[in-house]
């Protein structure tokens, strides 16, 4: 999806124990509005973004990656994550601070990304078990310190077949909510084949301990039509059965991702055939330059859904 701590922006082009997936909700208009923030480390704060009383409104820190940059390239950890969004900016005062003057507001981590310092992030593992202790380890770590409500699986590389990244991240998720250090968790797959079978194994043994479905509806590109983005979002109905699939666009400046006002309208349509559960963007980093324009009118599309579970 992004990048992180001294890395250029990537936006990726246009996605064993075994658990009885339990059917989540079928599709219905909600009000949870997401925004990511502090990957590009241009000084953005959670005070910056406006947030509108009448949404659900998650703040999402990108990253966290299990990668260090002590070696060069930088290299795998197995688990144990460090921190790559500015938390010098987006401190654990600065979270508790927006989360007491904005009820609506909870605040995650995003896990993976597409690069670290210019370099490819894979999800790469010693053995399900070494990587599984060591991330709930880790991330309970960071959950902590930050009093965090969430995290949300961005990885979009893989050295690891679909069953092995399932296991992991599906174990990873039931820990960490049993332990009761997050209430929710999300995934953010995008069209490409690869990376639809890693997150479709993992929606197929987990996905009942999966809350939203982050798509990246806006990696389809640049000629993507309102009627194409519609049907791409019911084919993910059907990819992620009983799933809370939320649209998406980016305010980063490219020519290469469907158009804001293609997703806002198709968005719209998506609301009027009560399937809108929310919107992310992608990024609050990038929307600043536009005085939160589109931030705005995606909340304002929100606001009159109901509050959802």
Not at 30 to 39: E, H, K, Q, V
Not at 145 to 156: K, P, R, V, W
Not at 265 to 276: F, I, N, P, R, Y
Request: charged share 10%; with cysteine; glycine share 6%.
């Amino acid at each position: 999806m992004g990048c992180s701590k001294l890395i250029a922006l990537v936006l990726v082009p246009a996605l064993v124990a075994v658990h009885v997936h339990v059917p989540m909700a079928s599709a219905a208009n909600s009000n949870l509005f997401r925004d990511y923030i502090g990957a590009i480390f241009n000084g953005v704060k959670f005070t910056d973004v406006p947030i509108n009383p009448r949404v659900r409104f998650d703040f999402i820190m990108a990253f966290v990656i299990d990668y260090t940059t002590a070696t060069e390239p930088p290299t795998p950890t197995n688990g144990q994550f460090n921190i790559f969004w500015q938390n010098s900016v987006l401190t654990a005062s600065a979270v508790a601070a927006i989360k007491q003057s904005n009820p609506n507001v909870r605040v995650a981590i995003s896990l993976g990304g597409a690069t670290v310092n210019d370099r490819p992030v894979f999800f790469n593992i010693t053995s399900a078990d070494s990587w599984v202790q060591n991330a709930v380890s880790s991330l309970t770590s960071i959950v902590q310190e930050y009093n965090l409500d969430g995290i949300d699986i961005d990885y979009e590389q893989f050295q690891a077949d679909p069953a092995t990244f399932a296991e992991c991240i599906g174990r990873l998720v039931t820990t960490l909510k049993r332990n009761g250090v997050i209430k929710f968790a999300s995934i953010a797959p995008y069209g490409n084949a690869d990376v639809q079978r890693h997150y479709q194994a993992l929606w197929a043994s987990y996905g009942s301990v999966i809350d939203y479905v982050n798509f990246q509806f806006y990696a389809y590109g640049a000629s993507t039509t309102e009627a194409q983005y519609v049907d791409f979002f019911n084919q993910q109905l059907v990819n992620y059965p009983g799933g809370n699939i939320l649209a998406s666009f980016t305010t980063a400046p490219t020519t290469t991702s469907v158009p804001i006002n293609t997703s806002l309208s198709a968005c719209q349509t998506l609301q009027s055939q009560g399937k809108l559960y929310g919107i992310f963007i992608w990024a609050a980093d990038h929307s600043r330059s536009q005085g939160f324009k589109y931030d705005t009118q995606a909340q304002a599309l929100l606001a009159n859904a109901p509050a959802g579970y």
